[in-house]
């Protein structure tokens, strides 16, 4: 763990602890100014913007979900289930990509993660509260600068546990069981674009990343239980790719799509 702070110093871990996160994002994307994460991820101004449990609460799911009825015209269903793979995409990424590259784990409950639907280059822009809480190793710098919302766990293992009760078990499946009750759609469909995205996150972040990427992705997807969806196969380059075992429906639009990776490709 001392390489992966050596590999992304902070001179003053207190004033930006999820600071690794925005470098790996400028990594990825060439920026941290992204459709749907707040620039910086951090809200300072909290006008115009909900939390979380206004999802899983009710209040703002069917806005979310009639917004993609209206974004891409398909079934309910079918629109239920690009709006979630867009939103758990970006959900996912900053406690992903704090994990891989530093071992900081923000914890991402409903009321700490912020949204908002004013953003027309995407459906929905998360962002995340200033006083976010962020676990870290006994070993990271921020395990000693008394910031109140850093929670020190014992060890990688309890990291990793810690990961899964703030992504999955708080955040993520709440949020499925919430869809569930406005549509029918399947759990494994909707897990399947959870463990996509974190392949293809962490695959684009290789080159930012202490370490080997496939071996990340491997740990996460074992620690979430979500092995099974996917798959990482040689690409057209010979780099790793992800291959899906369940498909996000864009096929079922009225201007279909195949992803990369779709388990429906035949070529």
């Known amino acids: 763990m001392d390489q992966v702070t050596a590999v992304l110093p902070l ?21 941290d100014d992204l459709p749907g994460l707040a620039p910086g991820l951090m809200v300072t101004d909290e006008a115009g913007w909900s939390p979380a449990t206004s999802l899983t609460g009710g209040t703002r799911l069917p806005e979310l979900l009639d917004s993609a009825v209206r974004l891409w015209g398909g079934t309910p269903h079918a629109s239920a289930a690009l709006a979630w793979k867009a ?3 970006w959900a996912a990424l900053p406690v992903v990509l704090g994990w891989a590259a530093a071992r900081r784990v923000p914890l991402l409950d409903h009321a700490a993660t912020l949204i908002h639907f004013a953003d027309r280059r995407t459906l929905v822009t998360l962002g995340l509260r200033e006083s976010i809480p962020v676990a870290v190793l006994p070993n990271d710098p921020l395990a000693l600068a008394g910031l109140p919302q850093v929670r020190v766990v014992a060890d990688e293992r309890e990291l990793l546990a810690a990961l899964r009760a703030t992504l999955l078990d708080g955040h993520l499946s709440p949020m499925i069981t919430a869809i569930q009750g406005e549509v029918r759609i399947g759990t494994r469909t909707l897990l399947g674009s959870v463990a996509a995205g974190i392949g293809y996150a962490l695959l684009r972040a290789a080159d930012g990343l202490p370490g080997s990427a496939v071996e990340a992705i491997d740990t996460l997807l074992d620690t979430l239980d979500l092995a099974d969806l996917v798959e990482l196969v040689p690409g057209a380059n010979g780099e790793p790719t992800v291959q899906r075992r369940t498909c996000c429906l864009a096929f079922t639009l009225p201007k279909p799509k195949v ?6 490709r035949t070529d």
Do not use: E, N, W
Not at 22 to 29: P, V, Y
């Open 259 to 264: 992803c990369q990776g779709c388990c429906i």
């Open 11 to 31: 001179h003053d871990p207190a004033a930006a602890p999820l600071a690794p996160v925005t470098a790996t994002l400028r990594t990825m994307f060439g920026t």
């Open 87 to 89: 939103y758990s995409y």
